[in-house]
């Protein structure tokens, strides 16, 4: 379904709006805001119960949910508004960086709108707005004015609120009219007015209808505009030159005139300024008929150029236009000199053929020559320049340079600038804009110079000249930023990655380390894999969004720094504060769950703090990282502070890991069989394979010490299949050496269902099973917590094979009742804490005797294990137990002994 579209309130009578007050006022200001602050970009932001979107095309409702498009991550620049932990919006530019007063503005619009009561009126707003917005009543009476507007005004709120416009702004008679069409419901754009007030500026306006939470009104919104008309008086200054050159009003009188003009009057005539230009001695006819004509033919906005014959001889071609600024024209004319000019032209040929802006100046620093690419740039016509004194002309201009660190510079007399001369430096323009130029200046001979040009100070180059290259390097300069920042900082969330943190780190570092340095907090999301899984890559994304806000807020008030540095792993740096301060001030910021689409997510973490104190960027972000695998090897949710023997586990943790892998092929693993008698008749009827590493310098290690680092890679599968098979051979030896005895004999094998699911249902041991059949497995009591099909699959096709399938360690820790009767189970083994209590504890005996009469009742089969005394072997007897095993019967034993042991038996 197409979302509803929500035109702008000017174009659709906002006094008849549906939509709440305050609903429409927040809208109105956040288009508003968007349209001055970044043109051409896309918001997302929460408004009540509804997800807003906002772009060049209008206002669009897209939801209750504030998900971002899967385009905004491939492509653009993203950035996220949020305040006090909370994601209140999503800003998104497609072109170029999302500008940081942007962020800003709206952040603080959509905060105070968030933070409003149900009784606040929307139209509180106006007063935070960054730009001059008044809130008036139908009646023209002021009701809330924002800061701009009092400060263009030179006002205060007492003389404003509750006054007429009229009263505060009297002698205005035009802004009343426009008022008072806006308060009839007419959008008005007002004419530019002088304002006195504050000095002299000229301001532009726009009225029109509003809707707020006290009823009707309008919205008056003033721009100064003060710039333009500077600008504009400033046309005169480009008339200073040797060109014959005129600013003329539309009737042709002459307002101000270059010299070059002045000078082309016979001698001792007089320069009638403010006459008609063709009344001007300076032409062979006076009054020029042709010159009259030029002046009505651009006047009407016609192309106007033609020849015309100067007093003192020659002819001059003459062209008059419109001026930029309404009601003025401007009249320049070029002699015909073309013995004089030929070295420039061809200059002027070859300039135009190069891409770099450039000017050539001559020893008193007046431009000769300006490329079209140099004008472009300066946004005046070339034709303007020439003759100027071109530092003086573009300060006068409002241009301004400044190194590439943005020190302010001086523009430079051209006259004492040493040349060869090469730089960088920032121009900053008339309009706002700011370009990365490369400057290069070099000495040149102009027309007429008295000797070659030589290395030096200008006004010492003999007549010579300088021609000035800007090379436009910004988009250079853009990208090595760009890279420079990727690089450093994290694209998802806009946090630093590992580098940026540790470039921010060594710079919190200093020369010397500071006695309250403080604390690296490492933060790594638990279950972060199944959480992806379950929400989607969208929806997490966002959670991390979220996440990263509240990281942000934090670290800007305590002036520290966050980081992500991996899928689900985050660190704080916290200055000046104790591992214990810094985790309790992460418990406010984190406690509250973050939400993901249409839900809440409340996430636990594995944290690990450092002291940074003493400790170099680079170990402490790695002892922090340190600090939080030893939080999540104790379980979720779980701190641990670094002490330096963690760094000694994880160095021998990996030595192992690093041992584990050769250890199959090095032929060092062994299995240890412990028998398990029948208590009824007390004859052997099987064993359990226990697992050992013979380690070349530790000895025998058993499961504990290695099987979970195998469980980080594919390693725990290969082990898996090792001890099946080798069990299978165990169970063919002692059937093959006491032939007739133990033809029934088994074997178990203790396998996770997580080993059985990576090894694909065992697919690479199949043959072997059809051929052998399986031995029987034992599964822990907590893997069957999961009752999903693909285990219940699993299982049936392990019983398909011959296995018997047992619940080790049952009756401690998890343990799920309902999985006896939903799996293909065969026996329950107690877990030896059971067995322990046995036979002192009157508690002990009942749990182990309910446990047995269950099970029987269900049709399994119960083995003790762990079973130390005969005492204990006489009451599981007595209990009903089927069998046992422990070293109360017989101790772990290889192989060959095993089958000793048996032949004794």
């Known amino acids: ?49 509804d997800v807003l979107r906002v772009d060049p095309d209008g206002l669009t409702l897209t939801g209750q949910e504030l998900v971002p498009p899967d385009a905004w991550f491939e492509r653009g620049e993203m950035g996220w508004l949020s305040r006090g932990g909370e994601l209140l919006g999503l800003l998104w530019c497609e072109t170029g960086p999302v500008p940081q007063l942007a962020l800003d503005v709206l952040t603080m619009l959509l905060s105070a709108a968030r933070s409003d009561s149900a009784h606040r009126e929307a139209e509180v707003l106006v007063t935070q707005l960054p730009v001059a917005t008044a809130w008036l009543t139908p009646d023209l009476v002021f009701r809330r004015v924002s800061r701009p507007f009092l400060e263009l005004c030179a006002l205060t709120d007492a003389e404003v609120l509750g006054q007429s416009v009229a009263g505060v702004l009297p002698g205005r008679p035009g802004l009343l009219a426009a008022l008072t069409q806006a308060a009839a419901g007419r959008s008005v754009r007002l004419p530019d007015e002088p304002f006195e007030a504050a000095g002299r500026r000229w301001v532009r306006g726009e009225a029109r209808p509003y809707l707020g939470g006290s009823g009707a009104g309008v919205m008056l919104t003033l721009q100064d505009v003060t710039g333009e008309y500077e600008r504009a008086s400033r046309i005169s200054a480009l008339l200073d030159t040797r060109q014959p050159a005129a600013l003329l009003s539309a009737s042709g009188n002459v307002l101000h005139a270059s010299p070059g003009l002045s000078e082309l009057a016979p001698p001792g005539a007089p320069v009638p300024t403010g006459a008609p230009l063709w009344t001007w001695p300076c032409f062979a006819e006076v009054p020029c008929e042709t010159v009259r004509g030029l002046i009505q033919l651009a006047a009407g906005g016609g192309a106007a150029r033609a020849d015309v014959a100067l007093a003192g001889g020659g002819v001059m071609t003459l062209s008059v236009r419109r001026a930029a600024e309404s009601g003025l024209l401007v009249a320049e004319g070029v002699q015909d000199e073309r013995g004089t000019q030929t070295s420039l032209g061809l200059i002027s040929q070859v300039l135009a053929l190069s891409e770099d802006a450039t000017l050539m100046v001559d020893a008193s620093g007046r431009a000769q020559l300006v490329s079209d690419r140099a004008a472009a740039l300066l946004g005046v016509e070339a034709a303007r320049l020439v003759g100027l004194g071109i530092s003086r002309v573009l300060g006068e201009m409002g241009v301004r340079i400044f190194t590439p660190e943005g020190h302010p510079l001086a523009l430079p007399d051209w006259r004492e600038v040493n040349l060869p001369l090469r730089r960088e430096l920032l121009l900053a323009l008339p309009d706002g804009t700011l370009r990365h130029m490369e400057l290069r200046a070099t000495a040149v001979e102009t027309e007429g110079a008295a000797g070659s040009a030589v290395p030096g100070p200008l006004r010492a180059a003999n007549g010579n000249g300088a021609l000035l290259t800007l090379r436009d390097i910004t ?24 580098a940026g943190l540790r470039e921010a780190l060594g710079r919190a570092e200093g020369p010397a380390p500071r006695a309250d340095a403080g604390v690296v907090v490492g933060l790594d999301i638990d279950g972060f894999g199944a959480l992806n899984a379950a929400l989607g890559r969208v929806a997490c994304d966002r959670v991390l969004i979220g996440l990263a806000a509240r990281l942000n807020d934090l670290v800007g008030d305590q002036r520290g720094h966050a980081a992500r540095l991996a899928d689900d792993s985050f660190a ?63 379980g979720r949710a779980q701190v641990s502070v670094f002490e330096p023997d963690m760094r000694a586990q994880v160095t021998d943790a990996f030595e192992l890991e690093e041992a584990l892998r050769g250890a199959l092929e090095g032929k060092q693993f062994t299995l240890l069989y412990q028998p398990m008698i029948n208590l009824q008749g007390g004859q052997p009827i099987g064993a359990e394979t226990l697992l050992r590493w013979q380690h070349p310098t530790r000895g025998l290690l058993t499961p504990g010490h290695f099987l979970p680092l195998a469980g980080r890679s594919d390693l725990i599968t290969h082990i898996g299949e090792w001890v099946v098979q080798e069990a299978l051979r165990g169970r063919g030896s002692v059937q093959a050496a006491l032939p007739g005895r133990f033809e029934s004999w088994r074997v178990s094998v203790n396998l996770g269902l997580e080993e059985l699911r990576r090894s694909a249902g ?11 059949g399986a031995p029987d497995i034992e599964v822990a009591a907590e893997s069957l917590l999961d009752h999903s099909q693909e285990t219940l699959g699993l299982l049936e096709q392990l019983r398909g094979l011959g296995a018997h399938l047992s619940v080790d360690d049952f009756g401690d820790g998890a343990s799920s009742l309902s999985a006896l009767t939903r799996f293909p189970l065969s026996a329950v083994k107690l877990h030896p804490t059971l067995t322990a209590r046995l036979p002192g504890d009157r508690r002990g005996v009942a749990l182990v005797q309910g446990t047995v009469d269950l099970a029987h009742r269900l049709g399994l089969s119960v083995v003790a294990v762990g079973v130390e005394t005969e ?10 137990c089927d069998a046992a095993q422990g070293y109360a019967i017989c101790e772990p034993l290889p192989a060959p002994e095993l089958i000793r042991w048996l032949r004794e038996r």
């Open 1 to 49: 379904m197409t979302p509803p579209y929500i035109p702008h309130p000017s174009l659709t009578g906002a006094l008849h709006d549906p939509r709440p007050a305050h609903s429409l006022a927040l809208q109105t200001a956040l288009g508003d805001l968007l349209r001055v602050h970044a043109p051409g970009a896309t918001l997302l932001a929460q408004v009540g119960d």
């Open 572 to 634: 704080v740096a916290l200055y000046g504060l104790t591992a214990a301060q810094a985790l309790s001030t992460l418990d406010k910021v984190l406690d509250a769950p973050l939400r993901a689409g249409g839900r809440e997510v409340a996430l636990t973490f594995a944290r690990g703090v450092v002291d940074l104190h003493g400790a170099t960027p680079e170990q402490a972000l790695g002892d922090a990282e340190i600090a939080v695998q030893h939080a999540r090897r104790q």
């Open 762 to 772: 065992l697919g690479r041991l199949l043959p072997l099973l059809n051929a052998q």
């Open 871 to 880: 005492q204990q072997l006489q009451m599981l007897r007595e209990l009903g």
């Open 475 to 498: 988009a250079l300069r853009r990208a090595q930023a760009k890279m420079h920042h990727d690089a450093r900082h994290d694209a998802l969330t806009g946090l630093l990655n590992r």
